[in-house]
């Protein structure tokens, strides 16, 4: 069996195998005999970020359901049934307010662009539909900029509002001694100025070399305002970010009670819960999403219902005992592993999982269910077209009384 990047099913194609394993072998499309007519000319082909880029957007919807099917039941075991209509959240594009642009070269030979597929070789980006016209407008300048410095980079990450209309960037240096490396930060802060609100120029291990400027933009959805930094997790697709707000709110049931916010970065789930009259407990292990969570906190009017806790997951399961009407997870691709049975074994009556990883959320699923739960609703996102990826909320309750 084979799995060949930029071929639709039923295409004959030319292609280069890349990977050989046991069982499969990957490649990618060097040309297109034969092609679907689910195939489109996009400018996203160009775009190595978008790897279905190639795809018409309704049948890549209907691709993504299928595949999510399909990943349940073979990873989870996990009968197609169980997920009902599984209804998938359709989105407009220029969607993307999170960033991470590679770069490569240094002075005139900079690129500034994306990996290849299953590579390290970044190539620009050219035209994009994911990014806004705003922001693919800025980009040849940004790099110009970068280029001039003669600065070593290997990243550029940004961060910008619902409107696109304000930013925030952080540089990564590339290797180098301690003393370039401040007199690089200093000409990468100087270049990027121009061009966001606030920069934050980092070495390859993440440690801060400068800063100037905004530390945090504010991010409105559904009514509250989040205060988040460009080092943050948030969530990335401008268009949905409410439709998924309201639908935790909805899925988090009746009546209010004590819930857990596991992983729970800025506040973004905290803000679903509290809407839903829950007193929510947020717990997060990232030192600059908690300091996020907790200046966003001072904002809130119904702030007495929201603790935040710095910590890891794993380690507030350690050191408190407590349990909880519901738990609210909404871990990273790796998805919640040895940690699926003990936040399940918290939550009394209910568990809303938000997955942006099919894979690992049907391994979770599987062990949430031993220990009484059944899926009860779910629900899809395509919080990334052009790509394979997904988004999901399901909704598990505990007992017989699930669907």
Not at 46 to 65: N, P, Q, S, T, V
Not at 126 to 144: I, K, N, W, Y
Not at 157 to 179: C, I, N, S, W, Y
Not at 260 to 287: C, I, M, N, Q, R
Request: hydrophobic share 45%.
């Amino acid at each position: 069996m084979g799995f060949v990047a930029g071929a639709l099913p039923g295409e004959e194609v030319e292609a280069e195998v890349q990977e050989v394993r046991r069982n499969f072998w990957r490649g990618r499309t060097v040309a297109v005999l034969a092609p679907s007519r689910e195939r489109v000319l996009a400018p996203s082909q160009e775009c190595a970020g978008c790897d279905w880029g190639h795809f018409d957007l309704a049948a890549a919807r209907a691709a993504k359901r299928a595949l999510f099917l399909e990943t349940m039941q073979r990873i989870g075991k996990l009968p197609p049934e169980i997920f009902g209509d599984l209804p998938i959240a359709l989105s407009p594009l220029s969607h993307r307010i999170r960033n991470r642009f590679h770069l490569e070269g240094r002075g005139g030979e900079l690129v500034l662009g994306q990996f290849a597929a299953r590579t390290h070789r970044v190539e620009p980006i050219g035209e994009c539909r994911a990014l806004t016209p705003q922001t693919a407008a800025l980009l040849p300048s940004v790099r110009d900029a970068l280029a001039a410095t003669g600065a070593t980079l290997s990243e550029v990450a940004t961060l910008e509002d619902f409107p696109g209309d304000r930013r925030l960037a952080r540089a990564t240096l590339g290797d180098t001694g301690k003393r370039q490396a401040r007199v690089e930060a200093d000409a990468v802060l100087h270049a990027l100025g121009p061009f966001f609100e606030g920069v934050r120029v980092v070495d390859g291990e993440g440690a801060l070399l400068r800063e100037a400027g905004e530390k945090r933009l504010p991010l409105e959805v559904g009514g509250r305002t989040f205060l988040v930094s460009v080092d943050t997790f948030f969530q990335g697709n401008r268009h949905l970010a409410r439709q998924l707000l309201t639908d935790v709110a909805n899925a988090s049931g009746t009546p209010a009670g004590d819930a857990l916010d596991a992983f729970g970065g800025v506040g973004f789930f905290a803000a679903a819960l509290l809407d839903a009259g829950h007193s929510t407990t947020s717990v997060e292990g990232s030192a600059s999403a908690a300091r996020d969570a907790a200046k966003t906190r001072l904002t809130w009017p119904d702030a007495d219902r929201w603790r935040i806790v710095p910590s890891s997951v794993g380690g507030f399961l350690s050191s408190s005992p407590k349990r909880f009407d519901l738990v609210v997870a909404d871990p990273p691709r790796t998805g919640l592993a040895r940690l699926a049975v003990p936040l399940g074994e918290r939550a009394r009556r209910r568990f809303v999982y938000v997955s942006c990883d099919p894979a690992t959320l049907a391994r979770d699923l599987a062990e949430l269910s031993g220990v009484g739960f059944r899926v009860a609703d779910a629900r899809l996102y395509d919080l990334f077209p052009l790509t394979h990826r997904v988004e999901s909320v399901v909704t598990l309750l505990r007992g017989a009384g699930a669907a």
